[in-house]
């Protein structure tokens, strides 16, 4: 595996959750890293200001749906809201953040040389049909439904930068990332983990949609980013779709309860009608990664939520408000 130090790295969407996260990671391993960034839902603030380490971090605020050109040496592509509250506030966005974005940003790594790291989402096998789902699986996908500008996007993305690498020479890794959660999420960020977190704090009710017997599967956020690096810097993951995602199952019920324990509260929980086309399981098969990368995840759920926990109420002593949207 090659260093990350000296490298130039480019993050898209390095103004997000995971994107802070990971420009963080490359900065600590000594790479000189732009962040790209519409701000659509991501904020430079105090929490996630990607500067400040070693002085080699630069902002560019950009639409990758206009193209661009950047030169370096790595690109890890994470442009595109993740929680169906923001993906579905501006669906015609979102589909053309995740397709005309990967076009846009494809030909300029094949122009300028560099790997590519395509962040893909677990949501591309939609309400699955076979579980645990492996990278083999076609999946289940409403191709009308209100999360189908993400879950069809994220394929039409794969689609293009797959033929791009056969076509031309793409250097292309794809990680299917499957639920990722942790300190530095936005407060609103409207998925299970977060929601419980926020509701436990203000002592509401916990909204479980449902019965809760749906399943989701928690990553860490600093697991998955090790992932995204290790995809980056192992030769062997060059035209690879790896699914990185944690493997231990949980339904989202147990996950409430979790929160609860955790956090050292007693509230209710209120249960509310299923949203359309909820996947009711969602588990990865990660033997390929684990194969090609040796990589797993390494924190377990109660570790990940005190994180949580203690960062949203920080946050949350300090006055931070939701977003607009």
């Not at 570790?303 to 946050?315: C, N, P, Q, V, Y």
Request: one cysteine or more.
């Amino acid at each position: 595996m090659m260093s990350l130090e000296g490298k130039k790295c480019i993050v898209t969407g390095g103004a997000g959750f995971v994107g802070t996260h990971l420009t963080r990671a490359l900065l600590r391993q000594g790479a000189v890293v732009t962040v790209v960034d519409d701000l659509s839902t991501g904020h430079l603030n105090t929490s996630a200001q990607p500067t400040g380490e070693q002085g080699n971090a630069s902002f560019i605020q950009h639409d990758i749906c206009q193209p661009i050109d950047l030169r370096g040496d790595i690109l890890f592509n994470l442009a595109c809201p993740a929680s169906p509250k923001h993906y579905q506030r501006d669906p015609l966005q979102t589909w053309k953040t995740s397709v005309l974005g990967a076009m846009h940003l494809g030909e300029m790594a094949v122009e300028n040389n560099l790997i590519f790291v395509q962040a893909s989402t677990s949501e591309v096998y939609g309400d699955p049909q076979v579980h645990p789902q492996s990278e083999t699986y076609w999946g289940n996908v409403c191709t009308k439904g209100i999360r189908a500008c993400y879950d069809e996007g994220k394929r039409a993305a794969e689609t293009y930068l797959t033929d791009l690498s056969r076509m031309r020479g793409l250097d292309l890794r794809i990680a299917r990332i499957f639920n990722t959660y942790g300190a530095g999420m936005a407060i609103d960020d409207g998925r299970a983990v977060s929601n419980f977190a926020l509701q436990a704090l203000q002592g509401d009710p916990l909204t479980v949609f449902g019965d809760g017997s749906q399943t989701r599967s928690l990553c860490y956020v600093h697991d998955l980013v090790d992932g995204l690096i290790a995809m980056a810097l192992n030769p062997s993951a060059r035209g690879e779709i790896m699914n990185l995602g944690n493997p231990r199952e949980h339904t989202v019920r147990e996950i409430a309860d979790l929160v609860l324990e955790v956090a050292g509260l007693d509230v209710a929980l209120e249960f509310c009608p299923l949203p359309q086309h909820d996947p009711m399981r969602r588990c990865p098969d990660i033997a390929k990664a684990r194969r090609v990368l040796g990589w797993s995840p390494k924190i377990e759920i109660h570790e990940g939520l005190s994180l949580l926990i203690t960062d949203f109420k920080a946050r949350l002593a300090a006055g931070e408000t939701l977003a607009p949207f």
